[in-house]
Structures are given as structure tokens and as C-alpha cells.
């Protein structure tokens, strides 16, 4: 059964800080998607991961993909008050019909 | 704007009623997809549909019922409403069944 866990579950920073959240997925993947959710709001798309070693950089936000390890990182740099915010990672798998299994989101909180 | 419209944007209704929530997906996509997120809570997938038929089931009650149209518009249905049924119901598009998803921006159920 796919299991995608993400830690920390809570975190909250200081702006100007740097930080990563973790996305730990049990079986094969064939993508790695992250998603943000603003309070309330609805769910945006970030990062669509494909492949060992895929980097990709908005803004302050960079995620990773190493599929060895069956981790994805989402590295904050320099972080601003904006970027709080709850942030999930989701994996999808052939053998799962392409059903998205999601984390259970790191909500961020970055403090001026 | 993700291009996924969902109506109605709030609902309040009391216990034993039934309600029909729905979902528009973006122009091209085939795929649509039900999500129901409790307050602080992560993302319950319920179903999805692709082309007007059913491809994957998740954590559906047996209340719930779903069906994706020839025009390819969704409506989730929700009957026999229970206090704990009082959350936001997300729909999701996809160009097909395993690439990324568009989230509406959701319908906020209360159940009194």
C-alpha cells in the first residue's frame, strides 16, 4: 500500500529563515505533485516532479525528487510571511489507477 | 483562477437532508475528482471519473453518490447529512487520469 508521510506537520519560522519540509513516500512513485492550501482557500499546484533528480525553483520555494530514497524536499529560502501557509505533497502510482495519495500537509507558519 | 468552477460556494442544511454539489472542470480535461477536507484537516479522496466513468473510489460513505455527465460536468451528491458530513468539498480536473489536478475552489457544506 503507498504511505506518503510529511514532516514536520507543524512549523513555525521566522522570515529571513531558511527551512525544508519532507515528503517520505513507501513504494514506487511515478510523479510527485506539491500543492499549497491558504486557509480556507482552495488548493494551488506548486511543483510537478517526474523524474530521480528533478529540481524546480519558484520564488523562494525549491523542490527536489530523489526517487532512490523515496524522498522530495521542499526547501524555503529566505522565507517572507507569504509563504505561510499549509503545503501538501501527493504521489501518484500505475498500480493505484493514477489515484493521487496525499500527505497530511505541513502547515507553515512564518512570523515578521 | 484554476478554470474548475464548483457551486454552490456555501451550503447550509440540517441533518437527514440531501444536497447536490457541482463541479464544472476545465475546458479539455476528461478527469474530475472529489475531495472532502474536514476543519483541520488533510485532503479524503472520494472519487473519481474519467470521460463519464467511474475509475477510482476512495473513502466514499455509502450516502454519497457521484456521477460525471456527457458534457463533463460532476455533481456529488450527499444524502441522509450528518453533523460530521460539515465540510469543504473540493473538485479537481485533469487532462487525463494521472497528470496534474486543478482544484475548484470548493463548496463549504455545514450541516446543523
Not at chain 1, 24 to 29: D, G, I, K, R
Not at chain 2, 17 to 24: D, G, M
Request: aromatic share 12%; charged share 20%; net charge neutral.
Amino acid at each position: 500500500e503507498l504511505k506518503v508521510e510529511q514532516n514536520p506537520l507543524f512549523l513555525s519560522m521566522q522570515e529571513g529563515k531558511n527551512y525544508t519540509i519532507y515528503c517520505n513516500y513507501s513504494t514506487t512513485s511515478d510523479r510527485l505533485y506539491w500543492y499549497r492550501q491558504d486557509p480556507g482557500k482552495s488548493l494551488e499546484s506548486l511543483f510537478v516532479l517526474l523524474s530521480n533528480g528533478a529540481v524546480k525553483q519558484e520564488g523562494r520555494l525549491m523542490a527536489s525528487l530523489d526517487t532512490k530514497a523515496r524522498l522530495s524536499t521542499l526547501h524555503i529560502t529566505a522565507a517572507v510571511h507569504d509563504l505561510s501557509a499549509t503545503y501538501f505533497c501527493a504521489v501518484d502510482r500505475y498500480h493505484s489507477n493514477y489515484q493521487l495519495i496525499w500527505g497530511a500537509g505541513t502547515k507553515l507558519i512564518i512570523k515578521p | 483562477d484554476s478554470g474548475v468552477t464548483q457551486t454552490p460556494k456555501h451550503l447550509i442544511t440540517a441533518t437527514g437532508q440531501r444536497v447536490t454539489l457541482r463541479c464544472s472542470p476545465r475546458s479539455g480535461d476528461l478527469s474530475v475528482y472529489w475531495y472532502q477536507q474536514s476543519l483541520d484537516q488533510g485532503l479524503q479522496f472520494l472519487i473519481q471519473y474519467y470521460n463519464g466513468e467511474e475509475r477510482a473510489k476512495g473513502n466514499i460513505l455509502e450516502r454519497f453518490s457521484a456521477q460525471q455527465f456527457p458534457d463533463l460536468h460532476s455533481e456529488l451528491n450527499l444524502s441522509s447529512l450528518e453533523l460530521g458530513d460539515s465540510a469543504l468539498y473540493f473538485c479537481a480536473s485533469s487532462v487525463g487520469i494521472s497528470y496534474e489536478q486543478y482544484f475548484g475552489p470548493g463548496t463549504r457544506l455545514t450541516v446543523t
